[in-house]
């Protein structure tokens, strides 16, 4: 049912800012020889490199999609790692791509251009005994068919890849997954269509919902980032689907959707999952998986950074090999000793701890606490007031917002996923927008931040004061459309509310409800006098994923009601962790 429900628009072919030096369509094999480089700015090669490019594989339902292999000169069987993406398996040596570099600081030398977009090097894993696969999926650049946007059917096509892979004669029959974004939710749903030879995945930060993280967060048609997406990769020669047409058709849950969640209960490989706190496209999704994936051999590493500079790090390089040598080289490297949690805890002064050891994700020790918002006194406290008092905002006032203030007399530190239940009223409207965020202060009340990339320049600042997340941390947010509070019971937990988004509920006049909102998870330190805020409003408080993208305008009128105390005591969780 979910095929006939896809709308598709023509492709467009690959412009010039993302074609890349070996873009062009030309079938083949040659050895690049160790000291190649693809341009000058880029990393030279460290080892011969037996290159076979635009090699084509007939996927189940004959449409032939083109890869791009590399594997290292003289090896017999070696393992891959497939990297699967819309992005020009040419890319990397293009205009776009050294741009994001840029971006973030990151130089273009630590690369040897011959790497797909957010995904693994050759230069480096080809020295390691590894081969690397990188496709262009149905639909893009030089493939066959019209290109879809994460769902099963991309599961499909990459299983019958890593099959291909398994059987070529120069393989040793196991296949690896790795990458960033859309890398990394790429693996989700091929992992869960259970190829025989995939043999691991490591997903690096990735959506795991496209209703709940991408198009409709909180339940809001906020497709800002689906637009940059779809419009800026799936380039070819047919077809590509529509989404932000489908979510305007499909506002509510339904089929189609249901069919960009992974299987996450057939995902059995050993998977190696990377997330941080910061992303506010990512963080979600990423946690979600891996809490609901079914493997018994599951690592999770969350840092305090943003992915790519994390991702092309030596160190964490070297911790992916080190998982991948374990289960498709067969290397008996005491990987299964990993904690299988390591978290990191952001203090935003420049002392973060990062690769804390634990069991699980919340450590053990760690107590969901109830802070009471308090009306009178804008305060949080444990102990709910006995009185109530509203806390009340015009959606077009300024400030269109409230927030709330505790101060910890102890050194505190927060582990967890943070939640919002609030009673909450709109007068003069039938439904509410409402955006909730938390962030830390320092004990003289100075909102604190963090920048999660290693450029910190003046235009990186004046990206980042209002937008571009992926660059500045500004605390955890959370987002809901209050006509869609009716909760899934199957999907939720008492700590993390998850929203059916299968019905509208709107609000008469004069009726209070009760909303549970999820904030993305944190690891947050205090010291004894450092504050936090708990801020509920009419609009985004932390702006766009990406710079220069469409944001999101709350659909709201009228007057917003938070009521706080005696029958109606609305709260703030928090995962705080035992001394």
Not at 298 to 303: A, S
Not at 344 to 357: E, L, M, P
């Amino acid at each position: 049912m979910s095929e006939q429900q896809k709308i598709f628009v023509p492709a467009s072919p690959l412009p010039a800012a993302r074609s890349g030096l070996l873009t062009a369509f030309e079938p083949g094999t040659r050895t690049l020889p160790a000291g190649y480089q693809a341009a000058p700015q880029f990393r030279a090669l460290p080892i011969d490199i037996i290159f076979e490019k635009d090699v084509p594989v007939q996927l189940r339902d004959g449409v032939t999609i083109f890869v791009d292999l590399f594997r290292p000169a003289g090896a017999e069987h070696v393992p891959v790692l497939l990297a699967w993406s819309p992005y020009g398996k040419g890319q990397g040596t293009s205009m776009s791509v050294m741009g994001v570099f840029g971006l973030v600081g990151l130089s273009n030398g630590i690369v040897s251009g011959l790497e797909k977009f957010e995904g693994p090097d050759p230069a480096y894993w080809c020295e390691q005994g590894y081969a690397i696969c990188n496709p262009d999926p149905r639909g893009c650049v030089d493939s066959e068919g019209d290109s879809v946007l994460w769902d099963r059917q991309e599961g499909r096509d990459c299983h019958d890849l890593i099959e291909w892979l398994g059987t070529q004669s120069w393989s040793n029959g196991k296949v690896g997954m790795s990458g960033t974004s859309y890398l990394a939710v790429s693996q989700w749903f091929t992992a869960a269509e259970q190829p025989k030879h995939l043999a691991a995945i490591n997903p690096w930060e990735g959506v795991s919902d496209v209703y709940r993280d991408l198009v409709m967060r909180g339940g809001m048609p906020d497709t800002g980032f689906t637009q940059l997406l779809q419009d800026g990769s799936f380039f070819g020669k047919n077809g590509k689907e529509d989404v932000i047409s489908e979510a305007a058709r499909y506002p509510q849950m339904n089929a189609l959707w249901e069919d960009k969640i992974p299987a996450f209960e057939r995902i059995t490989v050993p998977a190696f999952v990377v997330a941080c706190y910061s992303n506010t496209l990512h963080t979600a999704g990423t946690f979600r998986a891996w809490r609901r994936l079914a493997s018994q051999d599951k690592w999770l590493r969350v840092h305090n950074g943003q992915e790519w500079p994390d991702y092309y790090d030596e160190a964490n390089i070297a911790d992916q090999r080190r998982f991948f040598d374990r289960y498709l080289k067969g290397i008996d490297n005491g990987w299964e000793s990993t904690p299988r949690v390591r978290y990191a805890v952001h203090d935003f002064k420049g002392g973060d701890q990062v690769n804390i050891a634990a069991d699980a994700f919340p450590p053990a020790n760690v107590v969901s606490t109830k802070y009471y918002l308090d009306g009178m006194k804008r305060s949080l406290s444990t102990s709910a007031p006995a009185h109530a008092v509203d806390a009340a905002y015009g959606v077009e006032a300024n400030p269109n917002a409230v927030s709330f203030i505790t101060r910890f007399e102890q050194p505190t530190v927060m582990v967890g996923y943070p939640k919002a239940h609030l009673w909450v009223e709109a007068k003069g409207a039938d439904d509410m927008d409402l955006f909730v965020l938390i962030q830390k202060l320092d004990a003289f009340g100075t909102p604190l931040q963090q920048f999660t990339v290693p450029n910190q320049n003046a235009r990186i600042h004046d990206l980042t004061d209002h937008g571009a997340t992926v660059l500045r941390y500004k605390g955890a947010d959370g987002r809901l459309r209050v006509s869609a509070r009716r909760l899934d019971e199957k999907l939720s937990s008492a700590d993390i509310p998850a929203h059916a988004f299968d019905r509208v509920e709107k609000l008469a006049p004069g009726q209070v409800v009760d909303i549970e909102i999820d904030l993305l998870p944190i690891g947050w330190s205090f010291q004894a006098g450092e504050q936090l805020r708990f801020v509920i409003s009419a609009r985004n408080l932390v702006g766009t994923i990406m710079p220069g993208i469409r944001e999101y305008v709350g659909a709201n009128s009228g007057q917003h009601v938070i009521h706080t105390g005696g029958a109606h005591a609305s709260y703030l969780q928090l995962p705080i962790q035992a001394a």
